[in-house]
């Protein structure tokens, strides 16, 4: 049975603000620290509930934030950028099931440091239906068959991961103040949830379904100014609305709609504000 772990960063106990998630800041080498336990409690829970493999993605900013001299050694670690499918790369369907760590809830939603891919972004959707990045992973995740099973973040990711995919384990590590306070478990209570919650979702994974995309996926994606908008649009394929900053793409089937996703955030990322 091979696990696959893609883990985000600010979804960890104890990481609340900018300074433990952005690499020039102060706390940034506590997250990481923060980071890489949680990665190790849910690895080793996996191995002692019977996996033979287990592959870990390093999902947030640059992607190369987790400490693989402190990884757990039977892991596998994929890290750095640029990767063709970013928070999902390397996944296929030979895996059994996926666990998301680390994550946050979507953009315009509550939640400890809630944003979607970029903070242009304002809303995301997949043939109407609003998601964020918890959201188009899965989507991916059901393209080859696997299904998420566990989902480890604050308190309004585990509710948006309990609306999206029925059956779902959730781990919540912290429960929001703000976007950026929280009411945080120790890491050591963390780390025992998290070896908990493992142990149920590789039990019960016979009980979820892999969340299935649409064959023809429309991606669109609100930006928060008409600027970055119009970057987005210099994607070819794509449409502009013509009077909000909604860029639209019809996308042959899901993996297409999500490197249209990443190339659409990372040309808006180029506006600037004067």
Sequence with gaps: MKLYISIDMEGITGLVDATFVDSRQYNYTRGQHRMTEEANHVIGAAFEQGCKEVVVNDSHSKMNNLLIEKLHPEAQLIMGDVKPYSMVQGLDSS????????????AGRPGVLSHTMIFGVRNMFLNGREV????????????????????????????EAE????????????????????????????????????????????????LQPPEQPVLSIEFANYGQAEWAHLMPGTTIDSNSPVVTFQAKHMLEAYQAMI??????MKTTFC
Excluded: W
């Design 95 to 106: 895996y059994a099931g996926a666990a998301f760590l680390g994550y946050h809830s979507r």
């Design 132 to 159: 964020g990045e918890l959201g188009l992973n899965a989507f991916v995740a059901g393209y080859y068959g696997v299904p998420v099973l566990l989902v480890a973040g604050d308190d309004e990711t585990a509710l």
């Design 163 to 210: 609306e999206l995919i029925p059956g779902v384990t959730t781990a919540v590590v912290k429960k929001r103040v703000s976007r950026t306070a929280a009411v945080c478990l120790t890491p050591e209570k963390s780390g025992q949830l998290l070896m908990e919650k493992t142990k149920e979702a590789l039990a019960n994974r016979d009980k979820v379904q892999p």
């Design 263 to 268: 190339v659409m955030t990372e040309l808006a």
